[in-house]
């Protein structure tokens, strides 16, 4: 797998498309080859686990909860892993340009990075981080869940709740994959 040195993995899409069950298989992966891993989730996201990332089939990795990259770059000073994995990525607090910049200072030291994220909110509306990261990404996988309400691909991730917040963490109860024509018709 030294292919992947330097190389940034993209897994995005909406809900419930296996984006994390694809991030923790890479991990896998590259710990099975020899590579020390570190992963990292978003403190925020704490629905099933606080320092494990979980997917919602009941696999976890062990991960660090951060809040911004300088964590993420502090313990990667500390700990001076050759592959970084970070879940939930669009959850990142801090400025796009610093993480931008930071996440490139990671690669360009040959550090491999795989992230997961949502490519777009409950809207439509897209992340600002996945969006500038897959342009620049090595491998891009966007991954699609399956519309609850006719059975083919999901484009977004349909809140159920009324609640105006960009920001609401959730799984089933409140979100829904939907595809882009059974979406438009319910926000109508």
């Known amino acids: 797998m030294h292919q992947y040195k330097g190389k940034l993995i993209v ?12 991030l923790e298989k ?3 992966r590259f710990k099975i080859a020899g590579y020390r891993v570190m992963a990292f989730k978003p403190v925020v996201d ?6 494990n990332i979980v997917t919602h089939n009941n ?11 300088d964590d993420i770059i502090s313990y990667c000073r500390r700990e001076n892993p050759q592959v970084i994995a970070i ?15 930071n996440l ?17 909110d409950f809207s439509g509306k897209p992340f600002e981080i996945v969006k500038e990261l897959m342009p620049i990404s090595d491998y891009l996988h966007k991954h699609h869940a399956v519309c ?17 917040e960009r920001i609401v963490i959730g799984t089933l109860n409140e979100y829904e994959p939907l595809c882009r024509k059974c979406f438009l018709e319910k926000v109508k």
Do not use: P
Not at 46 to 51: A, E, G, L, Q, V
Not at 87 to 101: A, N, T, Y
Not at 104 to 120: R, W
């Open 26 to 28: 890479d991990v896998s």
């Open 11 to 22: 897994h995005t899409g909406s809900m419930f498309s296996g984006k994390t069950s694809s």
């Open 59 to 69: 696999t976890n990795i062990e991960a660090v909860a951060i809040e911004t990259v």
């Open 148 to 164: 609850v309400n006719c059975g083919t691909d999901a484009w977004i991730s349909n809140r159920k709740v009324k609640q105006e």
């Open 104 to 120: 490139n200072t990671l690669l360009n030291e040959g550090k491999t990075i795989v992230v997961a994220g949502l490519d777009m």
């Open 46 to 51: 704490d629905r099933y686990s606080k320092t």
């Open 87 to 101: 879940d939930e990525v669009q959850f990142l607090k801090g400025k796009l340009s610093i993480i931008l910049e």
